[in-house]
C-alpha cells in the first residue's frame, strides 16, 4: 500500500491510496455493500456511479453466507463480482446496534445473530481471520463503540480494550495483500482520542480510522470533536471517519482533514423515494412531482437523471415498482461520488475554503428530511 | 407498417416487422413491462437481454399514472426511456383476470379498480383513445375474453361481440404511426375461431392476435386448437398470441406459425427465484447451489451468467437483496429471446423441425416447477 498526500487546503487533503485491487482517490466515499451487494445496485451501475471502493459488512457476511464460504468461492470480490478495492468494517459497530444478548469483555464480544438468535462470539483474532477470508484490501480492526451519551469512566474502559485488541489484531495478522487499520475511540474526551490515537500510532498501521462519531451526539459536538481527533493521526497515513454521514457532514469533516467515508444514506434514503441534490431533499413520493418532466437533479449526469423524469420515478414509486429503488439509490450514490470529486477538485486548485463555505451555505439553505439517520443499523 | 416473410420451414415463419421505432424480427418474445417497467430490470438491462419490442399494459397504465399524463410526458417511450417498438394490450385480458364488479355489455365493460376501487369503464373506443395517448406502435383491439370452460353459447355471445368492438376500435383509430391489431377469439370451438377470424380479415388490420389460450385449457388442447386456428389468418400479416407461456409452449406456437409472443413467466419467476435453462428449471434457493460456482446456465453470455455464481446469486435470495430478482429475472428474459433468436435461425437454416423435436425433447426430459403461471394476472 501506498498513499500519497497530492495536495493540502488549510487540514482538507487530497492523496492517492494505492491497494491491492486498484488506486483510490481522496477524498473518498465508499458505498455500502452490506450484504455482498450495495442494495439495488449492480456493480456495472456502482461503477457508472463512479465509485473507486465500496464497503462490506464482517458481521453480516460472517452470519450469512459465512465468511469460510466466501473463501471457497475465491474471496469477496470474486464472490460479488468487483474487481475494485474493498474495505471491510470490524463488525463490532453491528454487535452494538444489531445484535441481542451482547457480553463484551477482554477476551470476546459474544452475543446471539439478529438472524436466527445463535449464540457468536467475535474476538480480535476471529475478526482478523474473517477479514482474511474475506480478503479485503483493507480490514478493519475490532473495537469497542460506545454510545455518545457515555460516561468517562466507561469511555475510558472501551478505549483501553480497543487498544488491546489492536495489538492483538496486527498480532494476528498474515496477509501482506491486506491493510489492517487501527480505530480510535474516545467519544468527544479529546484527551481519550489523543491517548487512543497515540497508543494507536505507537502499533504502526497503515492507516486510522475515527470510529464512535455519529453515534448519538450532536452534528455541531462531532464537527468540533473530529478537527482536533484528526490531528492526533500522522499527516502520512489515510484517515477514515466512520458511519459518516450527510453530505455536509463530509464536507465539513474534508475540513478536519479525513480522507475516507461511508455510509448507508445514499441507498437507504434511495429506497425510501428521497434523493440528495444540491438544492436539498427531493421527496419524489411527493405529489408535487408527478408531472414534473424535469431530472431529480438538472446537470448531475448519472444514468437516472439522463434518462428519466421525476414523474416517472414519481410513477414507479407510487406503483411500487423495484426501479424506482434501484434508480433513486443509483442518483445518490453518483450525488456523494460526485461530492467528493467536486471537494478533490477544489483542494487541487487551492478553491477549497471558498467551496466549502458556498456548499454548506447553500445545503443550509436546502429543505432536508428529518428522518435522516447517518448510521448503518441493519 | 411493413411485414416481410423471409423464410418458412413447415408453418413455422422467420419475418422481419418495421414499426414506428424500428424493426422487429419475429418470431420475436416481448418483455412485459406491466406498469411502464419490466420488473427489476432497466431499459438498459431490458436492450443487453436482446429485446426488440416489449408490452405495456393498457389496463394498468390507465388506472396509474394515467394515459393522459403519460401523453403529456410525451408518450409511453419518452416516459420509461424505451426507444424501440412498444405493443400496448387493450386492458380487455385485466378487466376479466384483475377488476371487481365488472359488467360487460355491448356498449362497454365496467369495472372497479383493483387498487382503489373506482368505478370505470371501457368501451371500444375509450380503449383506442387511450393506446393512442400511449403512443405505442401496435394497439390491441378491445376483446371479450371468456375462460376456457365456456359454454358454446356465451362464447359465440364474446365472439361477436369481440367482432363488433373490433369494427368499433378500427373506426375509432385516428394515429397513421400506430398499428391497430384485431383479436380472435373463440376458445377451442374451431368454427368459432374460424368466424371471428373470417369477420376480422374482412375489416382488414395489419395484424391478427389469437386471444383466449392459455385460459384454463391443457397445453395439449391449446396445441391441438393452435394450429388451424392459425390457419385462418392471412400469410402476409403478423400473428400474435397473446400471453402464452412456457419456452416449449412457444416452440409449438412457432410450429403452427405465431410470429409474437408476451409473457410475464421469465420476470415472474425470476423474481422468486427460478431460472429457465435448456435443462430445466433452477430454483436457486435450493440448498445444494449454496456452494455452486458455477453460472446459472453455462454458456449463456448474459451479465448474471457472465458475472455471478449460483452460489452468489442463491446467497442474495436468502438474504432477501433487490439484486437477487433483478439477475434472475435479466437472466430469464434473456433465455427467452435467445430461444426465439434460436428459432429464427433454425427457421432460416431449414432445420427447424430438427430443432423443435430435439428442444422439446430436452425440455421434456428436465425437471420443472408445478408453480409456473403463463398468464399476467397483475
Not at 175 to 185: A, E, H, K, N, Y
Request: glycine share 8%.
Amino acid at each position: 500500500m501506498t498513499f500519497q498526500l497530492l495536495a493540502t487546503d488549510g487540514p482538507a487533503r487530497r492523496g492517492l491510496l494505492t491497494l491491492a485491487h486498484g488506486t483510490v482517490e481522496t477524498p473518498i466515499f465508499m458505498p455500502v455493500g452490506t450484504q455482498a451487494t450495495v442494495k439495488g445496485l449492480t456493480p456495472q451501475h456502482i461503477r457508472d456511479c463512479g465509485a473507486q471502493i465500496i464497503l462490506g459488512n464482517t458481521y453480516h457476511l460472517t452470519l450469512r453466507p459465512g465468511d469460510e464460504l466466501i473463501r471457497d468461492m475465491g474471496g469477496l470480490h470474486r464472490f460479488m463480482s468487483w474487481d475494485r478495492p474493498i474495505l471491510t468494517d470490524s463488525g463490532g459497530y453491528q454487535v452494538y446496534s444489531l445484535a441481542h444478548s451482547r457480553k463484551i469483555t477482554d477476551q470476546a464480544a459474544t452475543f446471539r445473530s439478529h438472524i436466527d438468535g445463535a449464540l457468536l462470539e467475535l474476538t480480535p483474532e476471529r475478526v482478523v481471520a474473517i477479514q482474511e477470508n474475506l480478503g479485503s484490501d483493507i480490514a478493519m480492526c475490532l473495537d469497542e463503540c460506545p454510545p455518545a451519551d457515555t460516561p468517562r469512566d466507561y469511555m475510558t474502559v472501551a478505549v483501553e480494550r480497543t487498544i488491546r485488541w489492536a495489538e492483538r489484531c496486527k498480532s494476528a495478522a498474515t496477509r501482506p495483500d491486506q491493510q489492517l487499520f487501527g480505530i480510535v475511540q474516545g467519544g468527544t474526551f479529546l484527551d481519550l482520542r489523543e491517548h487512543c490515537a497515540r497508543e494507536l500510532i505507537a502499533l504502526d498501521f497503515p492507516g486510522y480510522a475515527l470510529g464512535g462519531f455519529s453515534v448519538g451526539e450532536t452534528a455541531a459536538q462531532m464537527v468540533a470533536a473530529l478537527g482536533p481527533s484528526a490531528s492526533f493521526l500522522p499527516a502520512n497515513k489515510p484517515r477514515y471517519l466512520m458511519g459518516v454521514g450527510r453530505p455536509e457532514d463530509i464536507v465539513a469533516a474534508i475540513d478536519c482533514g479525513i480522507d475516507m467515508f461511508d455510509c448507508v444514506m445514499p441507498t437507504r434514503n434511495g429506497r425510501n423515494a428521497l434523493a440528495f441534490t444540491d438544492e436539498g431533499a427531493i421527496k419524489i413520493r411527493n405529489a408535487k412531482h408527478k408531472r414534473d418532466s424535469g431530472p431529480l437533479e438538472s446537470g448531475c449526469a448519472c444514468y437516472t437523471c439522463k434518462e428519466f423524469s421525476r414523474a416517472y420515478l414519481h410513477h414507479l414509486f407510487m406503483a411500487d415498482e423495484m426501479l424506482g429503488p434501484t434508480l433513486v439509490s443509483l442518483h445518490n450514490v453518483t450525488y456523494y461520488l460526485r461530492l467528493v470529486a467536486r471537494c478533490r477538485e477544489a483542494i487541487e486548485s487551492g478553491r477549497w475554503t471558498a467551496f466549502r463555505s458556498a456548499y454548506l451555505a447553500r445545503r443550509a439553505s436546502g429543505v432536508y428530511d428529518e428522518s435522516f439517520d447517518g448510521k448503518e443499523m441493519t
